[in-house]
């Protein structure tokens, strides 16, 4: 049962860049369909709502990593 909870814990900051950077991906698509379903100043800010999101969920995923790191789970 560890392996397998091995696979949804994320222990390193490389794994975090990489979830990082595929929520960016999958953000930066919904955006763009934001902007094309909302014209004008709204698709724009339903834009930067969705990539801000990312950078928030960022963050708290690199300080999670580092606070494990210095801590441990145990």
């Known amino acids: 049962m560890k392996r397998i909870l091995r696979l949804f814990t994320i222990k390193t900051k490389l794994?975090?860049?990489m979830i990082t950077y595929a929520l960016g991906l999958g953000a930066?698509?919904?955006?763009q369909e934001y902007m094309i379903q909302y014209?004008?100043?709204?698709?724009?800010?339903f834009f930067l709502l969705c990539t801000g999101?990312?950078?928030i969920?960022?963050?708290?995923m690199l300080q999670a990593v580092e606070?494990?790191?210095a801590?441990?789970?145990d």
């Open 28 to 31: 930066v698509k919904r955006g």
């Open 67 to 69: 606070f494990d790191a």
């Open 15 to 17: 794994e975090v860049f």
């Open 71 to 73: 801590f441990g789970d």
């Open 39 to 45: 014209p004008g100043t709204i698709g724009k800010v």
């Open 57 to 60: 969920a960022a963050a708290k």
């Open 53 to 55: 999101a990312v950078f």
